[in-house]
């Protein structure tokens, strides 16, 4: 019996961590979510960003979830999500390739997503050995759309390639807190 006290106790607190955060909301962008604990949430205007915690000195990527929202009047759900598939993000994407994707309900609205990788490069924050700062990376992205009256809300978790099955349980999760502010 004390055995399963311990282990419901255990649960609970785990759980209760994971929500501990409280809903954070984009006024500007009239909706909101909830970072689980631990996640730190910028706002810029009616874009907003919640960063995974850094797995210390040697993590070299910012693991996120961007939410923005965009104008979507005359625009079906499903228009959109194929606009995103088959002409945005394979010409702003190098090496863009389409891993899987899917429909579900968040908090009453419907949503189309899709799991993709891409090929990306940038600068790391110290030089390497040889003085080359530019890195190269297969990423891994959580895409989101969901429609809401004349708007489109865009939702995007990132992440390495290699780490992409560690954060998409995660990303799923605050992308499900989802809801829109009136």
Known sequence: MVRLFLVVFFVSAI???L???KEKVNAEGHYAFTPL???NVRFSGSESYAYAPADGEMDPWD???EFS???GEGIELTDAFDFYLNTDFPEVYGGFKVVDQGSEQINGLSAKWMTFTFAAQGTAAGATGTGDSTVSATLQAL????KKDNSLYLINGVTDKSLFSRFDQPFRTIIRTFR???
Do not use: L, R
């Open 69 to 71: 929202v965009t104008d």
């Open 180 to 182: 829109v502010k009136e």
């Open 143 to 146: 895409f989101y759309v969901i």
């Open 37 to 39: 604990a631990g996640w």
């Open 19 to 21: 929500y501990s955060q």
């Open 63 to 65: 693991e996120k979830i």
């Open 15 to 17: 759980s209760f961590d």
